[in-house]
């Protein structure tokens, strides 16, 4: 697995093959435990992703009462040393609104992502100065400091690297209300939508816009993004959704999941086509 992955995600991925493999060898909680040499709560948390194993020796001794070939053992355990530490994230979690965490180590892991952005600028696309003001534009209402403003800004343009260097596969549809509310000043748009326009060109990277007029479909209720893995990671798509008060609500139940994949393709049909997004980003910069 690729050695940018988060470590949380690492432990989440490491967790569910567990647990499949518990369930394969007919295994109880308490007697993969027993097996393991350790608590049966530890054998939980492992699962759960939360945590790991103290001493690696115990998830040997557990690969082998289920059975795997030698290179599968040797496979898990390497990702049990890979999600050993902290990821980047963490010395701001502090200021991560509730459940960015797992989102963020989704997103770390993830090989492809589709995103309906209302009312913003999507966070991979934005600027340091549009992400600033947003951010600091809310510090009154969210009682918030300097401090986290800053952070905040920092997690936000670090996250940018999934698409400008690792090459995670991002489809954006955007509202155009998305892209004219306006942020700080009409130089800080305009910055933006050059932003937007160079993006739109990464060969990994498809951005749509649904034009003010176009009497289409509009998701309510708020953003959410749909994350799909690589085969080799064995997770089904999630998706994630914004909650009114900005904290993070994940969902993973198939029936969940293909309802949002059937509202994208229906918001995909309304906007316009991915070619047209630079002219239309042009013509708003000349109107901004």
Known sequence: MAANVGKTFLRIVLGQEL???RDQAGLTLAQAAKEAGCATSTVHNVENG?????????LAVLLSAYKLSKADQAMLMDWHRQAKGEDWWTTSATIL??????YLALESGAEAAKWWQPGVVNGLFQTRDYAHTLIATA??????????VESAVDVRLKRQ???TEEGMYLTCIMDEAALTNMVGSSQIMRDQYDRIAELSELPNVSIQ???MRAPTYRATGGDFGIFSFAPAQRLDPVV????????????????QTK????????????????YETRNFLHALSREV
Request: glycine letters at 4%; proline letters at 5%; one cysteine or more.
């Open 139 to 148: 510090k009154a209402a969210n009682d918030t400091t300097d401090e986290f």
């Open 19 to 21: 647990t499949r493999l």
């Open 209 to 211: 816009i649904i034009p």
């Open 161 to 163: 690297s999934r698409i």
């Open 97 to 102: 609104p509730s459940g960015m965490n797992l």
């Open 240 to 255: 994630t959704c914004s909650t009114v008060d900005a904290a993070m609500r994940v969902a993973s139940k198939e029936r």
């Open 259 to 274: 309802q949002f994949l059937r509202r994208f393709e229906v918001l995909a049909q309304g906007a316009l086509p991915a």
């Open 50 to 58: 939360t945590t790991g194993f103290r001493r690696i020796e115990q």
